[in-house]
């Protein structure tokens, strides 16, 4: 793809998708910026500008079908043909499922299920013609396993999932160039657990380790010019999958009695603090949230991940050098000799 290219991010005013644009700005890329919250959404307008990217911000509940439809339309007119579209605007309710209602159930799976299905639709129906693009749906290790007091959320992320993989088959089917890939992630300090709407004693944290954005940002970057039908971001992530497949039932019984306090830390929470489920909350939170002394810059399982062709090509070679030299070192038989 060229370097300048046109990328359309939902959930773009904070967290992830602030730090995925400003990744793709310091690339020269146009943006087109997708999120309901009009104060964050110019706060990263502004910095893509600065970093040397054009952005165009578009106020956008990506809940609603007609909405997405117009900001593709718009982000075409301004910056010319999408080249990534990249889902991953989300809302969440932490609260054992008794305590959600069937209005929140509803408003979490439009948002995070329903959003990028409309995104995905939208970016479906400008690049299958050209027969070029790729599509980058945000997931979650909570994908695969489910967690306690998230139901709402894990079920958006499986149902995800689901989908994602029903039109990658389609894209195949039809011999298409436009690929379709999910970007797994693991627990990140992003501002989302300072306005999640929660009902849980004490304030809502992500299940340690914890990543800063970037890590993830720089995951989603990678995925728009190295194609794999999924990409796992964080040992942790890759544990929790992979040890779901293995033995799920253990899993059930571990989260059962570690995943209620896992996600909850320092004192009571503000049963008043304002959140985003139904309405934006009016600030600027950035990309990161509250656990900066706890989080990550880097991730040594995505590093090997992104590099594991090298890595096998280097293990491959040095196996070779050394069956080699171990078959010159070994004595050779004494042939001939009559005591």
């Not at 990328?7 to 310091?26: E, P």
């Not at 600065?50 to 117009?70: F, M, R, S």
């Not at 970007?183 to 709407?197: C, D, E, I, K, Y």
Request: charged share 20%; proline share 6%; with cysteine.
């Amino acid at each position: 793809m060229p370097r300048q290219r046109t990328i359309v991010i939902t959930g773009a005013s904070a967290g992830v998708g602030r730090a995925t644009a400003r990744a793709f700005a310091r690339q020269g890329a146009r943006i087109g910026l997708l999120a309901r919250g009009r104060v964050g959404l110019e706060a990263t307008r502004r910095e893509i500008e600065q970093l040397g990217g054009e952005a165009l911000a578009i106020p956008t509940d990506v809940a609603n079908a007609d909405e997405v439809e117009n900001a593709a339309s718009a982000v075409e007119d301004h910056f010319g043909a999408i080249d990534v579209w990249i889902n991953n605007a989300m809302v969440s309710v932490f609260a054992p499922a008794t305590q959600v209602t069937a209005g929140e159930f509803k408003r979490v799976m439009e948002v995070n299920y329903l959003g990028f299905v409309h995104g995905t639709l939208s970016a479906l129906k400008r690049m299958a013609p050209r027969n070029c693009g790729r599509i980058i749906q945000v997931g979650s290790a909570l994908a695969y396993r489910g967690i306690p007091l998230q139901s709402a959320y894990c079920a958006s992320k499986h149902a995800i999932q689901g989908f994602t993989e029903s039109v990658r088959c389609e894209l195949l089917h039809d011999r298409s160039h436009v690929r379709i890939t999910m970007v797994q992630m693991p627990a990140l300090n992003t501002p989302q657990f300072s306005w999640v709407r929660s009902r849980l004693p004490r304030k809502p944290q992500p299940v340690p380790p914890i990543f800063q954005p970037e890590v993830a940002a720089s995951a989603i970057v990678w995925a728009a010019d190295h194609y794999r039908r999924e990409w796992y971001v964080g040992g942790s992530t890759l544990l929790a999958i992979v040890g779901n497949k293995i033995a799920p039932g253990l899993g059930d019984y571990y989260l059962a009695w570690q995943g209620y306090d896992a996600q909850q830390y320092d004192g009571y929470a503000d049963p008043h603090r304002p959140d985003n489920v139904d309405q934006p909350v009016a600030e600027d939170r950035g990309a990161h949230g509250d656990f900066d002394l706890r989080a990550k810059h880097a991730s040594w399982q995505l590093w090997v991940s992104q590099h594991r062709g090298w890595l096998a090509a280097a293990g491959a070679i040095a196996a070779a050098c050394w069956l080699g030299s171990a078959g010159k070192s070994s004595p050779r038989p004494m042939v001939g000799l009559r005591f």
